[in-house]
């Protein structure tokens, strides 16, 4: 992205290839160099180059170069990088988005100058992340300006190179409330900043910005609208980060005090030895319940871990099914090898299909029947209730954290979604019945699906009428009634990552990253991939090996995945392998 001037073009393109800030997407990072308290990270991958202007008698190529040079440097306004515009372009031009690309410079002639390549992704105005795979050909336009060549066609946003958009950006997740009650993480990208203040100021001003535009209906902010930083820039001193809030907090209620501290703290822990925040209101501590007495400093570990995006399980006991017999069995894990137990006796004569385990490892979700009833099952007692039936093709049931079941299964000819909801002063009662009229059912088939742990996002895989395999994201709109929409579709076809052809299973892996089974090519095995949620990043997880998998279980909290094999094998990654792990399996399940 990064070009350079003269006789330097050939070194300074390698230099600049490497750069480390590339266009800061609206997000202010300017602002006095603060005192960071404690051993400081250093920045690992900043290549300092300078950004310099046009200089007298460049031709048409150089300023082009200069102008991709100076777009990939953070600067206040980019008032360098406006320099090789002429002056009606750089009145007009805005550096809000970012684009990010792979391809080379053509002269095409002497007032044209081409870039010529493949479009990768973009950076939206709030910093989101969307994935392309398309051509890219923007002709520079340039016209003499008082004697000197200018872009008169500049393109819209920063123009990003791929290479160093994957070398110098890095993710964050913002933080916001999900049902009243859990944080959901909203990812963005930011430059690397060397300086913890400065992306610690970047991130609480994108924070007060409010959610992304996808998952704003599916979302809340404690944080009331039009706060804002009274001190432009975030202070962190001896671990401690300095948030000065404007007076619209002042008069909040202790518990959206806590929530509001809970958005803050999650989002300003991921920068580099934060260990604590203190909010300041008028230049006074603002006290939020938890705080520490003396000093009102939020620690890290003083918010509630209920807040947690992804849930607390009471452990992660594994539940299986046999492949031939009916029941449902415990397993356990020896010095020696796993094994499974008899489970609940009630339980014993159905044959199930496929089940799901609570958070809570209180209770199991059923489908039998050859996927004709959905059955909830308290293990205290391990009497089933009958939740649904007279239907057909019921996918793996999944409780949320708040309890729910939800399922999809064919009814009246067309696929439907329910959603379960327990009775909690009559456990013994099957619960509500709610069904979800959801637009990611249209024109599909799902094939598989998978709540978020936060509870708010739901990740399926979808056949179309077009016999293509889909992968993406839905958010849960939790209002005046649930709602499933927004599908969002991930590009996990492109062709500078693993093309995923086919799908059999996804899970989330954590708060904002897959795991799916996939076939790259026709005839290839099936083999684990992560796949980040707005699809930024796409890795084989392992080799594949002879698994001819059909199913995933999946601990987001350790991230501990099983595989599961069509003949009933099971094989279990230990971090840097998967390995046999246990057999006569027709499918496995960990709580949540």
């Known amino acids: 992205m990064t070009r350079a001037q003269r006789h ?10 490497l750069l480390a800030a590339a266009g800061c997407v609206s997000v202010p990072v300017t602002g006095p160099i603060e005192k960071v308290g404690g051993s400081q990270p250093p920045c690992q991958n900043c290549v300092n180059v300078e950004v310099a202007p046009p200089a007298a008698g460049d031709g048409p190529r150089q300023i082009v170069e200069g102008y991709l040079r100076a777009t990939s440097n953070y600067q206040p306004n980019y008032s360098v990088a406006r320099q090789f515009l002429t002056r009606m372009a750089a009145e007009k031009w805005s550096p809000e988005e970012v684009s990010i690309y792979r391809g080379s410079l053509v002269a095409a002639a002497r007032t044209t100058v081409t870039l010529s390549g493949q479009l990768v992704g973009s950076l939206e105005k709030d910093r989101t992340y969307t994935a392309h795979d398309q051509p ?3 002709n520079f336009e340039l016209l003499q300006e008082d004697g000197e060549w200018r872009i008169d066609k500049p393109p819209p946003g920063l123009m990003v190179a791929e ?21 959901v993480p909203d990812p963005i990208y930011l430059p690397a900043l060397s300086n913890p203040a400065n992306v610690a100021s970047a991130l609480m001003k994108a924070l007060l910005t409010g959610p992304s535009k996808w998952l704003r209906p599916a979302v809340s902010s404690a944080i009331p609208p039009n706060t804002s930083l009274s001190v432009d820039s975030v202070t962190i001193t001896n671990s401690i980060a300095e948030v000065q809030l404007s007076d619209s907090v002042a008069a909040l209620p202790d518990p959206q005090r806590s929530l509001l501290a ?4 999650y989002t ?7 260990k604590g925040v203190v909010i300041k209101v008028n230049q006074q501590p603002f006290r939020v319940p938890g705080s520490d007495p003396s000093t009102l400093a939020i620690s890290v570990d003083a918010i509630s871990r209920d807040m947690d995006p992804i849930p607390f399980v009471t452990g992660d006991q594994l539940y299986a099914v046999p492949r031939a017999g009916p029941g449902v069995k415990v397993v356990t894990t ?10 609940p006796e009630p339980l014993g004569k159905l044959t199930v299909d496929a089940l799901a385990v609570s958070t809570t490892g209180t209770d199991l979700a059923l489908t039998t029947d050859n996927q004709t009833t959905l059955r909830r099952a308290p293990l205290a007692s391990g009497q089933p209730l009958t939740l649904l039936n007279g239907v057909t093709e019921l996918l793996r049931p999944q409780f949320t954290r708040y309890g729910e079941i939800w399922d999809i299964g064919v009814q009246g000819g067309r696929q439907r979604m329910w959603m379960f909801t ?3 002063n009559r456990p013994e009662r099957p619960g509500i019945k709610i069904e979800i009229n959801s637009p990611v059912l249209q024109d599909s088939k799902v094939a598989a699906f998978k709540i978020s742990p936060d509870g708010t996002r739901m990740a399926l895989v979808r056949n179309t009428t077009a016999g293509k395999h889909e992968l993406g994201i839905a958010r849960i709109v939790r209002s005046d009634r649930i709602m499933v929409d927004g599908w969002r579709p991930l590009n996990i076809t492109q062709n500078h990552m693993p093309r995923i052809e086919s799908i059999r299973d996804v899970a989330w892996l954590d708060a904002t990253e897959l795991m799916v089974l996939g076939i790259t090519d026709q005839g290839t095995a099936v083999a684990p991939f992560r796949v980040v949620e707005d699809a930024s990043r796409i890795t084989p997880e392992g080799e594949p090996e002879n698994w001819d998998a059909v199913g995933l279980a999946v601990l987001p909290r350790t991230q501990t995945a099983i595989i599961i094999g069509k003949r009933g094998h099971t094989w279990k990654d230990n971090g840097s392998q998967w390995l046999h792990f246990l057999d006569n399996v027709r499918t496995i399940a960990y709580p949540g």
């Open 136 to 138: 890219l050909e923007w």
């Open 163 to 183: 290479y160093s958009f994957k070398s110098f950006y890095q993710p964050y997740d913002l933080y916001f409330v999900g049902n009243g009650r859990s944080l």
């Open 334 to 343: 020896t010095a020696d090898s796993p094994a499974t137990n008899p489970g």
């Open 268 to 274: 300003l822990r991921q920068v580099g030895g934060v």
């Open 262 to 265: 809970a958005q803050i703290v």
């Open 8 to 17: 330097l073009a050939g070194i300074l393109l390698v230099i600049a290839s």
């Open 422 to 424: 327990a009775d909690k």
